[in-house]
Nanobody, 123 residues
Framework: VQLQASGGGLVQAGGSLSLSCEAS????????MSWFRQSPGKEREFVAG????????AYADSVKGRFTISGGDARNTATLQMHNLKSEDTAIYYC?????????????????WGQGTLVTVSS
């Protein structure tokens, strides 16, 4: 399984950015897809997740109301729309996938990872 993340960049505080993750698996292999992020000197943290069924989502408290995760019809993509960005959102963002329909905030539960994409929010 390969995951390809894209969409990072530089944005001013209060602005918006959209990240996209496309996975190589097919719809018959539905998997839960999530976004994590890691800032310098910090551990990788859960941001948002989308269940394999596409019916459930989960968010970190720090991004609730500002970020939205959604999937495409083929269910092998996960888009993270980020609004009202803050300087503390600056990080490398990673998409991850796991078998099954459960969304976990524990990064160790995800065996499949994409390369990171850098999001920088300037104040």
């Amino acid at each position: 399984v390969q995951l390809q993340a894209s969409g990072g960049g530089l944005v001013q505080a209060g602005g918006s950015l959209s990240l996209s993750c496309e996975a190589s698996f097919h719809t018959v292999e539905y998997r839960t897809m999530s976004w994590f992020r890691q800032s310098p000197g910090k551990e990788r943290e859960f941001v948002a997740g989308l269940s394999a069924s596409g019916r459930r989502t989960a968010y970190a408290d720090s991004v609730k109301g500002r970020f939205t995760i959604s999937g495409g019809d083929a269910r092998n993509t996960a888009t993270l729309q980020m609004h009202n960005l803050k300087s503390e959102d600056t990080a490398i963002y990673y998409c991850a996938a796991r078998d099954g329909n459960n969304i976990y905030s524990d990064a160790q539960k995800y065996p499949f990872w994409g390369q990171g994409t850098l999001v920088t929010v300037s104040s």
